[in-house]
């Protein structure tokens, strides 16, 4: 019975086998080889189990089978259910266990021949009659007949055979050329004849060739990818640098970056986004990028949020610690001052200021950090200070001074920082600051006699009254016109107290006026009448008159002294040399109060003491006192003696006291001091050093000219131990008026917007803004290497 189905006939049954058999082996051609699926051999491969070898047979087998493919790979994939994934990678360092196909063509003309050089060649023993031989290292270069040496990169030791194979031949050469092609050459009796005899050969060339021209070719497969790649690594880096920059300008100028919002556009946004809107409008490229980028939100790259400036302001604040703390160790010796003071957010910080002489022999004063709520007590002070020179790996030993202020715990003998500082390394000798010493003179003076007390405070008053109203203040400045308005005092800027007073003796008569104005004003209170009035008064005073212009010269000399005490350059030789000339100075003018008299005379128009204008009062005498006359003075004598005189004798006091300490740390800090730093032939060097500079004509040098001249002409070998002696007295701090000026900049950095700030973003960025000449001198490249090597980012740099 029929089941309804066709059939055929035995010869068409077979017919219709044939075809399906052609289809299927068609399609199984067309189908990629399996080893191309195989990633290249890893280390763990070169340890595989010897099944491998059956592997790669197997695999052979896939590729050159025309017929049975069905039963090849079912046999393959039963034989490879228990093998090792080890070994289904390729181990291309071995050419024995090479598969010569295109695959491996590739991969070695684009990677290169490892010749496995220092792999053990004790596998490579071949025994003959007279003795074992093995490969040596030689092979692998050639000597030609005019003594070049030249390498033989095409030489390749198998490691699995301890064999030689010829690396292009074996990829492109036929396979009965020789055993360096097919199961490798041992014959290391014969080896250096048959090896120069397979280089030269024409299949040897042409093989060669062929992989080099092979390895031009599979260079170009990836050539878009590398393309692509290089666009986008150079689009991103000049993003960053656009971006470096505009934070290293900010920065450097200590302005905030960051505002209420992250918003391009807004008009709450932060120096940073409006300095890359300014940017934009000139910047067709920055201007694409921040419509593409500036607003995708948080999760993607842009390198727009403050994340990465913040980044990048600590990155710039490693590299230039890094390079300050390198300068001090080449240095070797330093010295070190710290001064606190409170901020915005009343958080205590100590400066920590560190000097040194660069390589030019020129000393420098470098900011490292802000020490936040150390205590004023001065264990805790130093306490802060050896943690902060173990933080940077500075040795206490090599500390050859300190200058702090004149505070009791600072500056104490027995319990004050320097004196704890003295247990651990006696030789970093205590400098008082020398600024702030001139201004205590300047203190102890004013407060020496009433008169001088009177005088400051009533400039202060003048200061008080008129500032107090606007309206007082346009009265006087419209009788000043280009004159010098009235100025505030302060308590630590004596150079504030030189501008309050010379603003009075060049305006007397202005502000004269101008007092006058208000009290004959009739719109005016009668409580402002009065104020003016009281202040009126002492402008009709000769003793009033000759404060003003007493003042102002003394104060003018002090003034430019002080100035000049505050230079980074200033030394101990200088300092003694500047408080002797105002010594000098105070006991000239003790012989021109005469001088005084007539100008102050000629500027109020006063004569008359204010003693020779009141009553003398006769005392009544008793019936047993004798009539002996009564010496009375008269108020220009007492004027002379009581004040004139008194101040002069407080100035010339406190100047020789303060002087007399710089003058024993010149004279002690290179015979007493460093005994141990400098070698007994020092005396000879100073003899040969002066000889040398007479002999120059040249002329007179202090010690830092000294010491940079050494350092220009290269005489240090000559002069090792002068040299030392110079680098330990100019790094010595005279002043530490470099952590005052850390403090303005403290006010910048941490304002009021910005009082939350932490403590490693303040020092970040106020070392950015305090040595922003080395933060200039920093290549934008460095930055943004160091900023992809310590963060991975989505984008490639």
Known sequence: MSDGRKRFSGSEYKKRAKDKEYKESKVLNKIPKLSTFFKPATPSSLN?????????????????????????????????????????????NDPAKWIINDVTRDYVAKHGINQNLNDDFTCSKREYPDKNRFLNKSLFVRTRINGEVQSRPWLVFSKSTGTVFCAPCRLFGSAHLSTLVTIGFNDWKNAVRKLNDHENSIPHKTSTVALIERGKTAGKINQEIVLQLEQETNYWRNILKRIVATVRSLVIRGLPLRGSEEKFGSYHSGNFIMTLELLAEFDPFLSEHIRHYGKIGSGNTSYLSSQTYGEFIQIMAEKITKQIVEEIKVSKYFSISVDSTPDVSHVDQLSFIIRYISKDGTPIERFLKFIANTGHKSEQLADAVFDTLNQYNLDIKNCRGQSYDNASNMAGKYTGLQARIKEVIPLAIYVPCSAHSLN?????????????????????????????????????????????????????RWSARYEAGKSLCTSWSEIKNALQAIIDDANEKPVT????????????????????????EVLERFHIVNKKLQSVNIELGMIVELYGSLEQYISRIRNNFEEYEGKAIQICGEMQYKKDKRRTVKRKRQFDETMNEVITETGKEDFRINVFFVILDKLNAELVRRGSSYKNLCVKALIEQYPNDIEESFTNECLHLRDHLFFKSDKKRNAQELCKMLYTNDLIDIYPNVTTALRMYLCTFATNCTAER?????????????????????????????????????????????????????KML
């Not at 039963?71 to 390729?90: E, Q, R």
Request: charged share 25%; glycine share 2%.
């Open 48 to 92: 595989a189990p010897d099944n491998g070898q059956q592997h790669q047979h197997d695999l052979e087998e896939i590729e050159t089978s025309k017929c049975e493919s069905d039963l090849v790979i079912n046999n393959l994939t039963t034989s490879t259910l228990n093998m090792d994934p080890a070994t289904f990678y390729i181990d291309y």
């Open 440 to 492: 205590l003179v300047g203190i102890s003076a004013v407060d020496c006699c009433e008169k001088s007390t009177t005088y400051f405070r009533y400039l202060q008053e003048l200061y008080n009254f008129f500032t107090a109203s606007t309206h007082r203040w346009e009265i006087l400045l419209f009788y000043l016109k280009k004159s010098k308005c009235v100025k505030s005092l302060s308590q630590t």
């Open 529 to 552: 009448k009065f104020d003016a009035s009281v202040l009126l008064k002492p402008f009709n005073t000769i003793e009033m008159c000759f404060m003003t212009v007493f003042w102002n």
């Open 742 to 794: 850390s403090f303005s900049a403290l006010k910048r950095v941490k304002s009021h917007l910005r009082s939350t700030l932490e403590s490693d973003r303040l020092n970040a960025t106020s070392i950015l803004h305090i040595e922003s000449e080395m933060l200039r001198s920093i290549n934008y490249d460095d930055i943004i290497d160091d900023f992809a090597s310590k963060k991975v980012r989505r």
